[in-house]
């Protein structure tokens, strides 16, 4: 195995792990200051980090492989929550009522999750290569940030209208899409110069 190859199982399996995590604890809601933010907000956006850095630096078949893996990792992780639930609980275990209760809700969160996911990160390999024809494969920062900020528009209202839609007034769903995706614009622009540092430590 080249390090080549091997910078990119790294990168894969980090993608796959951010991914899983924004998925389980997406389901708990938080303030900032005003702002009402689903947790999932710490681990998703890096997702987009790692496959533009693996778009620019593998190409975007690979990096379209990678976003299908992330995908069935997610079915796969589905099956076994489904299971781990409709395990009968030992009798000395007080705990079934409260792992259901974080659990269960992760089946609508991960259904969201794939719907939002699919469509975005599809479009982001897209979009990231489409820029960087556009650009004759430079300005690596604009490809990254275009394709991430309309990725993230697309992500944040597929997920907020499937996840939380009917649990909550329609304004606050509204609010939820605009807050979090300015959340996520301003992540985008902080992650500019961490995708040239990883696009220049994979092409070593």
């Known amino acids: 195995m080249t390090n080549n190859t091997g910078k990119l199982i790294l990168l894969t399996g980090l993608f ?32 987009f980090l790692l496959t533009d850095t693996i778009s620019e630096v593998w190409g975007k078949k690979r990096a379209t492989q ?10 796969f992780m589905l099956g076994v929550l489904y299971i781990a639930r409709i395990l009968p609980p030992a009798p000395f275990w007080p705990h079934q009522e409260a792992f259901d209760l974080i659990l269960g809700a992760v089946p609508r969160i991960v259904i969201a999750s794939l719907v939002a996911y699919i469509v975005s990160q599809t479009h982001d390999v897209w979009s990231f290569h489409f820029w960087r024809h556009k650009t004759g494969g430079k300005h690596l920062w604009l490809r990254n940030n275009v394709s991430t900020m309309t990725s993230q528009l697309i992500d944040s209202v597929i997920f907020v209208t499937v996840a939380f839609y009917g649990s909550m007034p ?26 040239y540092m990883l696009v220049s430590w994979a092409k070593r």
């Open 66 to 75: 990678v976003v299908w893996m992330g995908f069935l990792a997610n079915i």
């Open 16 to 47: 796959v792990t951010a991914l899983i995590a924004a998925n389980i604890i997406a389901a708990k809601l938080f303030v900032l200051g005003s702002v009402v933010l689903t947790v999932g907000i710490i681990t998703y956006p890096i997702t």
């Open 170 to 195: 329609n304004d606050a769903l509204v609010t939820m899409i605009i807050t979090q995706y300015m959340v996520k614009l301003v992540i985008a622009v902080l992650d500019t110069p961490f995708c």
